[in-house]
């Protein structure tokens, strides 16, 4: 089981190593945090598995504000999310980039999480299917990528996916690609057994529910005890 957490845009390196001090991973799960890249020294130096937010697919070059896969290897970082749908629906990311940069970070030694998933429009015109399709086609499979099934509906609204129809989708995603598949959507400590006993959910992404030690904790022993 993989439980990853996403921090967006919180916690500066101060609040880092106050959560790194307050924060005890169980046996058993392999735990991922997600801080700001201003974040990424603190925790690492902190002993986390760290992951950056997005990862460009140029080595170096002119690219206002990215940030490469050897910038992040060189500070100890060990993977990247990419395709996060903030990034998608307020950034302007496209398949094609999100596949870039997924491609070029696997090639580079990163591991990766690729996000998809349907909004709540494509999901009430019967689009889910056609939008998981299109998202996970430009995805080649490789040992070290994790594809998160993130609704876009349920991120950060505290509205959860069923575990029944967190589990439709995971299926139909495995059957596209071989990869562990992460839930994420208002994952808390109160829902997060429910939907990791579900048989093609390997892990959790989670976004509000990270940012405190103990919620995280407990959804981390969830994830250890499921
Ligand atoms: C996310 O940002 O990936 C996420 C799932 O957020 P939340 O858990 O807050 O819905």
Redesign the pocket.
Same mark, same amino acid.
């Given at each position: 089981m993989l439980i990853a957490g996403?921090w967006?845009m919180f916690k500066g390196p101060g609040e880092t190593e106050e959560f790194a001090r307050a924060f005890s991973a169980p046996d058993g799960v392999d735990v991922v945090i997600a801080p700001p890249f201003t974040s990424l020294r603190e925790a690492v130096a902190a002993g986390l598995q760290t992951f950056a937010q997005n990862v460009h697919w140029a080595d170096e070059g002119a690219f206002t504000g990215e940030i490469s896969a050897p910038m992040l290897k060189e500070l100890g970082v060990a993977g990247a999310i990419v395709g996060?749908s *903030?990034r998608r629906q307020l950034f302007g990311e496209t398949d094609d980039g999100v596949a870039r940069r997924t491609a070029h970070a696997l090639e580079a030694g990163l591991r990766i999480i690729a996000?998809v998933g349907e909004s709540e429009a494509e999901r009430e015109a019967g689009e889910t299917e056609a939008v998981l399709r299109r998202q996970v086609s430009v995805l080649e499979p490789h040992e070290q990528l994790v594809i998160?099934y *993130?609704p876009v509906w349920?991120?950060?609204?505290g509205r959860t996916a069923t575990p029944e129809l967190a589990q439709e989708a995971h299926a139909l995603i495995k059957s596209l690609l071989d990869a562990p598949v992460l839930y994420?959507?208002?994952?808390k400590p109160d829902n997060a057994a429910e939907l990791l006993a579900q048989p093609d959910v390997d892990g959790a992404?989670?976004?509000?529910?990270s940012l405190d030690p103990d919620s995280f904790g407990a959804i981390c022993l969830a994830a250890s005890r499921s």
């Open positions: 996403n967006k996060h *903030e996000c998160a *993130e349920a991120i950060g609204t994420g959507g208002s994952v992404l989670v976004g509000g529910a």
